[in-house]
């Protein structure tokens, strides 16, 4: 199977990789051990307000002093990144800081909270630096929290950078042991509000509301499915049968099934011997048969009350679209797999391949 392609190889960091006894003899300096967390972010949250900016190196100095941080002072340590985050100084922020403050919450425990720093980039500027996060990603694997090390993987696919070899092969790991457990989170009910008369104010410019399919992405499938598109798409399995199932699996999770149909069509017109995992299929199948989709005769609402919730219900398929994209693939691939079986040439047992045999063993990637 796809997953146990994947999970068979040794991706969980070494514990020399974090270089902690260094880490530590780091934090041991006279410079630091006589600086006191609480009274030292007064004196910096205090400059901020006087001078509006700090220095990098007291920005050093209090990332590496995060650690001392008591869950009373967080309200003053996300002011003071905050304030940083719009200073000067911060652009670009160096990577000592982003590294020293994702140590100093790996070692407190606060994962969580380093979560929501890290996605609103706006208000804290955390950019993801491949040694910190690749151990943010390893402890969440760790402690069995694929979704947290997930989350840390859709970064580098926000930032389209997979290159650091470490970086790739963990958010490989990552992204399909959240596939195989996935965590469903109970869905709110929609509160219907109750009906009152519109009111209408004057404005002088109306913001038509955009989505730019990237980093306004909430949904966690849409990022998932991304993600695994491009991991399948860049690194060590461009080319290969798992990078193209990873891609078709990717591209069914974040609902481009017309994309995925292309890819297909391309793949299975070619010369190439094994073109794509059985799983792969099934699960594109199984995301576009549950794919919800829109009336296509429904009204648009007007340019005052349009919500970027609008603007992504119109990226779903209509039944009309949903329709001829099962047909593509009954019609355009599974004759055209049945045409090879036919000849003798493909597999379809669970967890082998669909491509061209040539006269060689097809029975592989059990």
């Known amino acids: 199977m796809i997953i146990d392609a994947v999970e068979s190889r040794r991706n969980i960091l070494s514990e020399a990789y974090a270089c902690e006894h260094k ?4 934090l041991e300096s006279p410079v630091l051990k006589q600086v006191k967390f609480s009274q030292f972010a007064v004196q910096l949250l205090e400059k901020f307000d006087r001078d509006g900016s700090a220095s990098v190196i007291d920005m050093s100095i209090f990332a590496n002093k995060l650690q001392d941080m008591h869950e009373t002072e967080q309200p003053m340590v996300e002011n003071i990144l905050q304030n940083f985050r719009h200073s000067p100084q911060a652009v670009p922020v160096p990577d000592a800081i982003n590294h020293a403050i994702v140590k100093a919450f790996i070692d407190a425990n606060r994962t969580d909270l380093l979560l929501q720093y890290i996605k609103d980039k706006n208000k804290f500027g955390i950019f993801p630096e491949n040694h910190a996060f690749s151990i943010l990603m390893d402890f969440f694997i760790k402690h069995e929290d694929y979704r947290g090390a997930a989350q840390v993987a859709y970064e580098f696919m926000l930032q389209e950078d997979l290159s650091h070899p470490v970086s790739y092969l963990l958010s490989l790991y990552a992204c399909i042991k959240h596939l195989k457990h996935p965590i469903n989170e109970p869905k709110q009910e929609e509160q219907t509000p109750e009906e ?10 109306i913001r038509c509301p955009y989505y730019d399919d990237h980093f306004d992405i909430k949904d966690d ?35 481009k099934y017309a994309k995925a149909l292309d890819l297909l069509e391309k793949w299975v017109s070619s010369d190439m011997q094994a073109v794509i995992y ?7 199948k199984s995301c576009l048969e549950n794919a919800q989709t829109r ?16 603007e992504i219900h119109k990226l779903k398929p209509t039944p009309a679209q949903k329709s001829e994209c099962l047909q593509r ?22 967890g082998e391949y669909f491509g061209k045999n040539n006269g060689q063993d097809s029975d592989r990637r059990h």
């Open 196 to 205: 009152e008369e519109d009111q209408w104010i004057p404005v002088n410019v």
């Open 278 to 284: 059985d799983e792969a299929l099934e699960r594109f």
């Open 221 to 255: 499938n849409f990022l998932l499915g991304k993600t695994l598109y491009m991991l399948g798409k860049e690194g060590y399995l461009a080319g290969q049968e798992l990078g193209r199932s990873l891609q078709v699996i990717g591209l069914g999770l974040y609902q």
């Open 295 to 310: 009336d296509a005769d429904e009204p648009e609402k007007e340019m005052g009350i349009r919500t970027i919730d609008d």
């Open 329 to 350: 693939l009954q019609l355009s691939f599974f004759q055209i797999l049945e045409d090879f079986l036919e000849g003798g040439g493909l597999t379809g047992q669970s």
């Open 23 to 26: 880490w530590k003899q780091r």
